[in-house]
């Protein structure tokens, strides 16, 4: 069976700092990962998804996540918050190329101070 | 592409009425998901669809909750009778095969009083 768990369910980082949001995976079957984005009242986005080539993806909005299968990880980070950012996150796991339900962490919010 | 499009946004009803929360998929997407989300339980997959075939209801609540898909480009989940704990965000997201990821509607937001 598969799950992630999503390590903090708020983060709160000043503008400008880096954001670092972990998210750890349990797959019996080389995993596809992603993160999705919530804005408030909006619906979920993609930020980002791995799909086992590089393990370092890039997504939107200067977002980027590294896959590391040793630590069962897949952080999401960005080197320089903006206030924008502040959103729900939400990191996700399906059990390959050949599976249709993705299954989804329970979410980490994050807040910009300025 | 409009995207996945629901309706409608906002819905209050009274205890016991029917209600009718509408999706329409990215055309050519073979897999819709209906999700229900709410502070205390987060993202809940209510059932999913396969060329308008129902593969998974497991995460339907009760009896009171059912989905059809009648062609390719219209889902409908009805809640009947309506209670107020069915208050919640519900979404809809469509797919070409669930490995390359959802595109979720901007959901139906349901306030049952």
């Known amino acids: 069976a598969q799950s992630v768990t999503q390590l903090g369910s708020h983060v709160s980082v000043s503008e400008g700092a880096l954001v670092l949001l972990r998210c750890n995976y349990s797959s019996s079957v080389p995993p596809y990962l992603f993160w999705y984005v919530q804005y408030p009242n909006q619906g979920l986005q993609l930020l980002l998804k791995y799909t086992s080539a590089a393990t370092l993806v890039k997504g939107i909005n200067g977002f980027e996540a590294e896959f590391k299968k040793s630590e069962t990880s897949f952080h999401l980070t960005k080197p320089s918050a903006h206030m924008s950012d502040a959103a729900e996150y939400f990191c996700a796991v399906t059990p390959g190329s050949s599976a249709s339900k993705i299954i989804f962490g329970s979410g980490t919010r994050l807040s910009i101070r300025p | 592409d409009a995207g996945v499009i629901q309706s409608p946004r906002h819905e209050v009803t009274e205890m016991g009425q029917e209600v009718t929360l509408r999706c329409k998929p990215i055309s050519g997407h073979d897999y819709l998901f209906w999700y229900r989300q709410t502070m205390m339980r987060g993202l809940e997959l209510l059932i999913y669809?396969?060329?308008?075939?129902?593969?998974?209801d497991s995460g339907m609540p009760e009896d009171r909750f059912s989905a059809k898909m009648p062609n390719a480009s219209f889902s409908t989940l009805k809640i009947q009778p309506s209670e107020p704990r069915d208050s919640a965000v519900y979404f809809c997201?469509?797919?070409?095969?669930?490995?390359?990821?959802?595109?979720f509607g901007s959901g139906t937001r349901l306030t049952v009083v």
């Open positions: 997201a469509s797919s070409l095969q669930g490995a390359g990821g959802y595109t």
């Open positions: 669809f396969n060329n308008n075939v129902p593969i998974d």
